[in-house]
Nanobody, 122 residues
Framework: QERLVESGGGSVQSGGSLTLSCATSGVPYSLYCVGWFRQAPGKGREGVANSYILRTYYADSVKGRFTISQNGTKNIVQLQMNNLNPEDTAMYYC?????????????????WGRGTQVTVSS
């Protein structure tokens, strides 16, 4: 049974950093793409970063600031977020699916966590 649990959200000032963690179970990283998505109030869902084995993909808005990494031993996918700005404020969700990982779009049968809130103040 696939299960994803996010943690690590919080409130920071502009320029600060946070590390989000997605604890996974039933999600072998050799078969699944694992990604981070976010949704701000009144806006649509946005793909942030995906990871499949050693390949990573990023939205242009976070390149150079965010880093996604997998720890297969601990079954955790982390999103290190640096130089945060108020536009990064959103609910962040972890998702896993089998299929295309490069498009920053979740597969139709993706499994989702419940999300963790990130708030960046100016």
């Amino acid at each position: 049974q696939e299960r994803l649990v996010e943690s690590g959200g919080g409130s920071v000032q502009s320029g600060g950093s946070l590390t989000l963690s997605c604890a996974t179970s039933g999600v072998p990283y050799s078969l699944y793409c694992v990604g981070w998505f976010r949704q701000a109030p009144g806006k649509g869902r946005e793909g942030v970063a995906n990871s499949y084995i050693l390949r990573t993909y990023y939205a242009d808005s976070v390149k150079g600031r965010f880093t996604i990494s997998q720890n297969g031993t601990k079954n955790i996918v982390q999103l290190q977020m640096n130089n945060l700005n108020p536009e990064d404020t959103a609910m962040y969700y972890c998702a896993a699916w089998r299929g295309n990982c490069a498009a920053l779009v979740p597969g139709p049968n993706a499994f989702w966590g419940r999300g963790t809130q990130v708030t960046v103040s100016s």
